[in-house]
């Protein structure tokens, strides 16, 4: 089932900068409360029994929530399973204080650590290591290191850990004979949103609060060489800002990222140096609230998720140019948040609110035309928000 879920809200309206988890913020009071009368129809998971991960899982796939726990999940049929051992809270039970939220979460592209960041209210945040094991259960480690204002972070192949301030600047970390070293830290301009690096992990692409993926080739001594700053296009009347998220494809080829009210870009990424170049972008409506974006592997389509309208607005990349498949939105359970694609492009999984828990909903993605279908199958999740899904291989 599909229908159109554009509004017809007022087009002058402007839409205040929220973070991250401002959504959660702003409105968790009335999300929880509608999600106590939403039932989910196509869900056939939720359940609490163990699942044993099935012999042929080739990759997995992290989920996590802004209340401090990620879950893992494999998918050897396309349909996600949970991992056994791989539900892990991150921060204390309510009430313990101080309250702390996750705000940021990255996944090692090998598959054998991850890294979460955690806030209080005021102060420092911790960041945190864990290790993946062998068949996917995941073990909070002592290692952890104190960051100032810790907002996005990402994790190179080589285990380079970058964290963004949110507002100039990008600290670095390595873990070395299991200890957590502090690296430089990176002036890097006005407000970096996002982070994502590079498969080699040689190029960095920073999204800035300014309308710009910066671009930086990393040294060996992680300090960061600017390249180019790759300029977000703006239509007639349209304010720059709101960015929120950016990601790579698989192939490294294509970039895209989304803003908080409605847009959505995509550019060509050169295959020497990283540079950006053809961006173009198309709104997606004037009411959507876009935040998490994701590419198919080849970057033959674009998918995101309208967190105020319950929907994925989906659109081919073809001819440098974007535009809406047919029937696109698509709809989707309310509250959509994180999504990922598996690594042959067949399957797109969505995070999305539910009561008691949340669910990851599984969509087939037709690898000639891009266009998404509900299977029906969902996998209940403890991750309350499910805000970012990471695939990474399994070992």
């Given at each position: 089932m599909k229908r159109n879920l554009r509004s017809a809200a007022n087009p002058g309206k402007t839409r205040q900068r929220r973070s991250h988890y401002g959504f959660a913020g702003l409105r968790l009071t009335v999300l929880v409360t509608a999600a106590a009368a939403f039932s989910l129809a196509a869900c056939n998971g939720g359940g609490s029994t163990v699942i044993p991960v099935p012999a042929g899982a080739k990759e997995w796939f992290f989920v996590e929530s802004f209340t401090g726990r990620v879950s893992g999940f494999s998918a050897a049929s396309g349909q996600l399973e949970p991992i056994p051992g791989s539900s892990v809270s991150f921060v204390p039970p309510s009430p313990s204080s101080p309250l702390l939220l996750l705000t940021s979460f990255a996944v090692a592209p090998t598959g054998m650590f991850l890294a979460v960041t955690a806030s209080p209210a005021?102060?420092?945040?911790?960041?945190q290591i864990a290790n993946i094991a062998s068949g996917g259960a995941i073990s909070v480690t002592p290692l952890s290191a104190a960051v100032a204002n810790a907002f996005r972070m990402a994790i190179s192949s080589q285990g380079v850990i970058a964290v963004s301030d949110g507002v100039s600047a990008i600290q670095f970390f390595t873990v070395q004979n299991n200890v957590l070293l502090a690296g430089p830290?990176?002036?890097?301009?006005?407000?970096?949103?996002?982070?994502?690096?590079?498969?080699d992990g040689k190029v960095l692409y920073a999204l800035?609060?300014?309308?710009?993926?910066?671009?930086?080739?990393?040294a060996p001594d992680l300090s960061l060489q600017l390249i180019q700053n790759a300029w977000l296009p703006l239509a007639a009347g349209q304010l720059g800002g709101n960015v929120v998220r950016i990601r790579l494809n698989a192939a490294g080829n294509k970039i895209a990222a989304t803003t908080l009210d409605g847009w959505l870009?995509?550019?060509?990424?050169?295959?020497?140096?990283g540079t950006i170049s053809g961006v173009t972008e198309a709104q997606a409506a004037q009411s959507?609230?876009?935040?998490?974006?994701?590419?198919?592997?080849?970057?033959?389509?674009?998918?995101?998720?309208?967190?105020?309208?319950?929907?994925?607005?989906?659109?081919?990349?073809?001819g440098g140019t974007l535009t809406a498949l047919p029937g696109s939105p698509i709809l989707t359970p309310l509250g959509p948040m994180g999504m990922e694609t598996d690594s042959s492009g067949r399957h797109l999984y969505l995070g999305a609110?539910?009561?008691?828990?949340?669910?990851?909903?599984?969509?087939?993605?037709?690898?000639?035309?891009?266009?998404?279908?509900?299977?029906?199958?969902s996998v209940g999740t403890t991750a309350l928000f499910p805000s970012r899904i990471v695939r990474v291989p399994a070992h």
């Amino acid at each position: 089932m599909k229908r159109n879920l554009r509004s017809a809200a007022n087009p002058g309206k402007t839409r205040q900068r929220r973070s991250h988890y401002g959504f959660a913020g702003l409105r968790l009071t009335v999300l929880v409360t509608a999600a106590a009368a939403f039932s989910l129809a196509a869900c056939n998971g939720g359940g609490s029994t163990v699942i044993p991960v099935p012999a042929g899982a080739k990759e997995w796939f992290f989920v996590e929530s802004f209340t401090g726990r990620v879950s893992g999940f494999s998918a050897a049929s396309g349909q996600l399973e949970p991992i056994p051992g791989s539900s892990v809270s991150f921060v204390p039970p309510s009430p313990s204080s101080p309250l702390l939220l996750l705000t940021s979460f990255a996944v090692a592209p090998t598959g054998m650590f991850l890294a979460v960041t955690a806030s209080p209210a005021q102060g420092a945040a911790t960041l945190q290591i864990a290790n993946i094991a062998s068949g996917g259960a995941i073990s909070v480690t002592p290692l952890s290191a104190a960051v100032a204002n810790a907002f996005r972070m990402a994790i190179s192949s080589q285990g380079v850990i970058a964290v963004s301030d949110g507002v100039s600047a990008i600290q670095f970390f390595t873990v070395q004979n299991n200890v957590l070293l502090a690296g430089p830290t990176a002036q890097t301009g006005v407000g970096p949103q996002d982070l994502a690096f590079r498969a080699d992990g040689k190029v960095l692409y920073a999204l800035n609060a300014g309308s710009a993926i910066s671009v930086f080739s990393v040294a060996p001594d992680l300090s960061l060489q600017l390249i180019q700053n790759a300029w977000l296009p703006l239509a007639a009347g349209q304010l720059g800002g709101n960015v929120v998220r950016i990601r790579l494809n698989a192939a490294g080829n294509k970039i895209a990222a989304t803003t908080l009210d409605g847009w959505l870009y995509v550019g060509d990424v050169n295959a020497t140096d990283g540079t950006i170049s053809g961006v173009t972008e198309a709104q997606a409506a004037q009411s959507a609230n876009l935040e998490e974006v994701v590419l198919d592997p080849t970057g033959q389509n674009v998918y995101t998720d309208d967190q105020d309208n319950s929907g994925i607005y989906e659109f081919s990349t073809a001819g440098g140019t974007l535009t809406a498949l047919p029937g696109s939105p698509i709809l989707t359970p309310l509250g959509p948040m994180g999504m990922e694609t598996d690594s042959s492009g067949r399957h797109l999984y969505l995070g999305a609110l539910g009561f008691p828990s949340s669910q990851i909903v599984t969509f087939s993605r037709d690898l000639s035309s891009g266009n998404l279908s509900a299977t029906g199958d969902s996998v209940g999740t403890t991750a309350l928000f499910p805000s970012r899904i990471v695939r990474v291989p399994a070992h």
